[in-house]
C-alpha cells in the first residue's frame, strides 16, 4: 500500500484572492445589469457574465489550466454541445 502523497496548491493564494475579488466584482456587475433594462440583451449579457464567472470557476479552483490536453478538449468539446443546445433553445422560443 502507498504512503499518502502530500500535494501543494499549484495555484498561489494571493492569485487564488484575486480570483476571487474578480468573481465579487463579476457579481455587483451582474447585479447592476439586472437592474437596468436593456430589453432582449439582458440575458445575453447575464449569459456573457455568468460564463466568465463559471470560467474563472473552473480554471482557478477547479484546476483545470493546469490539467492535461485531453481532459481541456473535453471540457472545450462539452461546452460547445451547451452552446449548441441553449442556441437551440432560444431559437424554438422566439419562432413560437
Given at each position: 500500500m502507498k504512503p499518502l502523497q502530500k500535494h501543494g496548491h499549484v495555484t498561489s493564494y494571493p492569485k487564488l484572492f484575486a480570483v476571487l475579488c474578480a468573481l465579487l466584482v463579476l457579481t455587483a456587475i451582474t447585479i447592476i445589469a439586472s437592474r437596468i433594462d436593456m430589453g432582449a440583451l439582458n440575458i445575453w449579457i447575464a449569459i456573457l457574465i455568468a460564463s466568465f464567472k463559471a470560467t474563472f470557476?473552473?480554471?482557478?479552483?477547479?484546476?483545470?489550466?493546469?490539467?492535461s490536453g485531453?481532459?481541456?478538449?473535453?471540457f472545450i468539446g462539452t461546452i460547445g454541445c451547451l452552446a449548441v443546445l441553449i442556441g437551440f433553445i432560444f431559437w424554438d422560443i422566439s419562432f413560437r
Open positions: 470557476v473552473l480554471l482557478f479552483f477547479m484546476h483545470l489550466k493546469y490539467e485531453l481532459l481541456k478538449i473535453t
